[in-house]
Each structure stands twice: as C-alpha cells, then as structure tokens.
C-alpha cells in the first residue's frame, strides 16, 4: 500500500519559535495532501488542503500566515507553525492522496508538537 | 450543511460481534471510508464502499446505503487489539472528506 512519512514524530520547542514539520509520499506522487490537527479526545479537524505547485486552501478559522504551507513537489509538502505558542501544541497529521484507487488519503504517522 | 454521526462510545466482548453505524448528510456524494485510529497514532484505512450494499474483508464488513446515507462497520471475532476509534469519513462532490468524530471501541476480556 501507499507510504506516507513525516518528520518529526515529536517535537518540543519554546513559546515564539518556529516549527516545520515535513510530510512526504514514498511510493506515490501526491498532488493533494492535507494538513490535519487532532486534539486529545477529540476527532480529526482538517487545516488545510495543499496542492502540488499552487496556494494551500486553508479552513475556516485556520490562520494562513501561522501555519504556512508548501507543497513544493508531488512527494513533499511541509507545514511551519510559526511563532509557536502553547496552544498550538497537537497532534498534527498528514495525509496523500493517491490519484488512482479510490481516492483515499493515507496517513502519514502524525507529529505530537509541545510547546513549552 | 455537511454531517456525520457516529456513537461516541462502545463496548464489546473479545469474541464477539460488533456494528458501528454512521449515518451522514453531505453535499454530493464520492464515496464512504473507515479508519481505524489506535490512541496516539494516525488512522489506517479499513474500507470504501460507493456503492450499495456489503464490503467484506476478512473479519470486517462495510455496508454501505446510498438511499438512506447510513453505512455500518461490522467487525467479528473482535480481538483486544480492535481497541481503538473508529472513524466515519464522506467524500464529497469536491473529493474532500468530511469526518465523523469517530467511535471509541473497548473491547472487554
């Protein structure tokens, strides 16, 4: 099946830093992935959607210029939460989808972001 | 506008035989999948029905009616490694997925 990967599992970082977590396709190419965040007890929210060489479409109530995100080729996008806060702190979580097949998203396997 | 509903909650027995209903309204419709999400780790994919009727994959089954926008999830000889949530998501007429806010399954000895 698909591989999806991202980097880092887990971060911790102080309160104003910056913080980029990569999500890359291994044996596909992507033109869609998407940027989740997950909260303790509580279901997937979806952020952003981001395409291969355009503009990420973010959700509503999600702010663009604090999570910045760059799809830069068809097996790579990353988002950066700039000027962390403790709020921020999640689980957030990756996902490809593959263009054939059924058009479902894979998972890459999530990155617990703590800031201090 | 868009929704799923699941049970927040469930409890079975190892052994036995369980069905986590979903139910939806969504704009369009492309498609029903279930994850399987462990605590503290990112959702696997289990199945995709789009059309009506049962999907069986070895000890899981997902029926799916278009008609009524109710699917179901039927998991069999559970195991205590089928402890996790599970998550409803649609696909919309936009190919996006619109999730449920998943069931959490306790599997009792």
């Known amino acids: 099946g698909a591989v999806v990967s991202q980097h880092p599992s887990w971060v911790i970082c102080k309160s104003g830093t910056s913080v980029k977590i990569e999500c890359r396709s291994l044996d596909f190419q992507a033109t869609t992935m998407f940027w989740y965040r997950q909260f303790p007890k509580q279901s997937l929210m979806l952020m952003a959607t981001?395409?291969?060489?355009?503009?990420?479409?973010?959700e509503q109530g999600v702010e663009k210029d604090k999570f910045l995100i760059n799809h830069a080729s068809l097996t790579l996008s990353t988002l950066t939460v700039t000027s962390a806060h403790p709020e921020d702190s999640s689980f957030y979580i990756c996902?490809?989808?593959?263009?054939?097949?059924?058009?479902?998203?894979?998972f890459g396997p999530g990155t617990r972001l703590t800031v201090l | 506008g868009q929704n799923i509903d699941q049970p927040t909650e469930m409890t079975a027995t190892e052994g036995a035989i369980v069905q986590i209903n979903c139910t939806y309204q969504?704009?369009?419709?492309?498609?029903l999948f279930w994850y399987q999400q462990h605590a503290g780790e990112a959702p696997t994919f289990l199945s995709y029905n789009v059309l009506d009727g049962l999907e069986e994959k070895g000890r899981f089954s997902s029926f799916l009616s278009r008609s009524k926008g109710y699917s179901y999830l039927l998991l069999k000889e559970l195991q205590m490694k089928d402890s996790a949530s599970y998550l409803c998501?649609?696909?919309?007429?936009?190919?996006?997925?619109?999730w449920g806010a998943g069931t959490k399954l306790i599997i009792k000895p």
């Open positions: 996902s490809a989808r593959d263009g054939g097949g059924y058009n479902e998203q894979f």
């Open positions: 969504t704009s369009g419709f492309n498609g």
């Open positions: 981001s395409n291969e060489g355009s503009k990420a479409t973010y």
């Open positions: 998501a649609c696909m919309d007429s936009n190919y996006q997925l619109i």
